[in-house]
C-alpha cells in the first residue's frame, strides 16, 4: 500500500505536534499508512522527536508563499493549518486546496458570539444558554490586529469564509482551551506552578464552579485522522468529554502530582482580586460536539489526557535554571497570576472574619 502524503503547518507547536504523533502513531495500523511532513520556523527537541519517529522536516515561515507553492503544489491528501490566522493567510493557501485531499484549518471558539454580542475575548464575557454548536452566531470577518481582544475572532471567521467559499473539502475546527505537551499557553501551569511552590492553600472564586471547556490537543489530533478520511466542507467544535469545572482541573492536576491542597471556596462577598483561574467564567462556556462525535471521534478524558501536560510542565521547570524562567513566562497572560501576596492578605482577611 502506497501511504498517504500529509503536511502539517506548524507542525512543532502544541497542537501540530500532537497531529503529527497521531498519524505517525497510526500508520500501519488498520490501513492507515501517511508520510508525515511539518513545516516550523524553528527545529528543536520536538522536531527531532518527530523525526526521529518518521517525519519529514522543512524548516520555513508556513507565510512563505513559495515554501507552500513547494510544498503543496504536488499534491497531498492532507493538510492541517494551525498557524494560519488571518484572511491574508486563508488567501495565501487557497491556490492549493485544489491539489488537497482534505484540508483541516484549526480556527477557536473565540469566534462565537452571544445575543449581546460578546465573545470569549471581550472584556465581558458572553452568556450562552447552552451548548454552543456550529450553528451559533459568530463575530464579523474583519482585517485588524489579530492579536488584539475584537481582531483574534474576527480574524479567524475571515479566514474560515475564505477557505470555505473555496469549495475544496475543508473542515474548520474551534477547540476551546487547549493543552497538551508543548502548547504556548499552558494554563495549567496555574495549578503545577503552585505545587511546585509548595503552596498548600488555593483559593477558588465562585467556589470553584466555573466552567470553560477544555480541549485537548490530542482531541484534535484524532479528530484529524478522522477527517482526513472523510474530507467534507464542514465546521467542527472539538473538546473534552465533559467540561470540567475549575475546582475538578485542580483536584485532577493536583492528584497527578501526588498533591492535595487546602482549598478555599470563595463566594460573592470575597475580594474580587483572588480566587480568578484561567478557567474563570461568569457563565459556563461549553461546546457541542455532536457533529464531531457523528463520525466516530470519541473525545478524550481531561482526567487522562492532561497527564502528559502536567509531566511535561514539571520536566521543563525542573531543566530551568535557577536564574531562568520557563519558556512561557514572559507571556502577560501570566501577569499577577503567581503574586501570592494577596491571596495571603486575603486568607488573614477571611481567617479574621471567621474567627
Request: cysteine-free; proline content about 6%; hydrophobic content about 40%.
Amino acid at each position: 500500500m502506497s501511504s498517504r502524503r500529509a503536511v502539517v503547518l506548524g507542525g512543532t507547536g502544541g497542537i501540530g505536534s500532537q497531529v503529527a504523533r497521531e498519524l505517525l502513531d497510526r500508520s500501519g495500523r488498520g490501513g492507515d499508512d501517511w508520510s508525515v511532513e511539518i513545516v516550523s520556523r524553528h527545529g528543536g527537541p520536538v522536531a527531532d522527536d518527530l523525526v526521529a519517529a518518521g517525519a519529514l522536516a522543512h524548516p520555513g515561515d508556513r507565510r512563505d508563499t513559495a515554501l507552500l507553492r513547494d510544498l503543496l503544489r504536488p499534491g497531498a491528501d492532507l493538510v492541517v493549518d494551525t498557524v494560519g490566522v488571518t484572511r491574508d493567510d486563508a488567501l495565501q493557501l487557497a491556490p492549493f486546496l485544489d491539489d488537497v485531499g482534505s484540508t483541516v484549518f484549526v480556527s477557536s471558539k473565540a469566534v462565537y458570539v452571544d445575543e449581546q454580542g460578546r465573545h470569549a475575548n471581550s472584556v465581558d464575557k458572553p452568556v450562552f444558554g447552552g451548548a454552543v454548536t456550529e450553528l451559533q452566531q459568530t463575530v464579523a470577518p474583519g482585517d485588524g490586529d489579530p492579536t488584539s481582544r475584537d481582531g483574534y475572532g474576527a480574524a479567524k471567521v475571515a479566514a474560515e469564509q475564505v477557505l470555505l467559499d473555496h469549495g475544496a473539502p475543508v473542515t474548520v475546527l474551534r477547540p476551546s482551551r487547549v493543552y497538551g505537551v508543548g502548547i504556548g499557553r499552558p494554563r495549567e501551569w496555574f495549578v503545577v506552578r503552585r505545587v511546585l511552590d509548595g503552596r498548600e492553600r488555593i483559593l477558588l472564586a465562585d467556589q470553584g464552579r466555573s466552567v470553560d471547556h477544555t480541549t485537548a490537543a490530542s482531541g484534535i489530533g484524532s479528530l484529524v485522522r478522522l477527517v482526513a478520511d472523510a474530507p467534507d466542507r464542514r465546521i467542527l467544535n472539538v473538546a473534552d468529554e465533559t467540561a470540567p469545572t475549575a475546582l475538578e482541573i485542580v483536584r485532577t492536576i493536583a492528584g497527578h502530582l501526588g498533591h492535595t491542597f487546602d482549598e478555599v471556596l470563595l463566594g460573592e462577598d470575597a475580594p474580587a482580586f483572588v480566587g480568578l483561574t484561567p478557567w474563570s467564567t461568569p457563565s459556563p462556556s461549553v461546546l457541542d460536539t455532536t457533529a464531531a462525535r457523528a463520525l466516530g471521534w470519541v473525545p478524550p478524558r481531561f482526567a487522562d489526557a492532561v497527564r502528559a501536560e502536567v509531566d511535561w510542565l514539571v520536566e521543563t521547570a525542573r531543566r530551568t535554571p535557577a536564574d531562568g524562567d520557563v519558556p512561557w513566562a514572559a507571556d502577560p497572560f501570566w501577569d499577577r497570576m503567581f503574586d501570592y501576596g494577596p491571596e495571603d492578605a486575603a486568607l488573614a482577611l477571611l481567617s479574621s472574619g471567621l474567627g
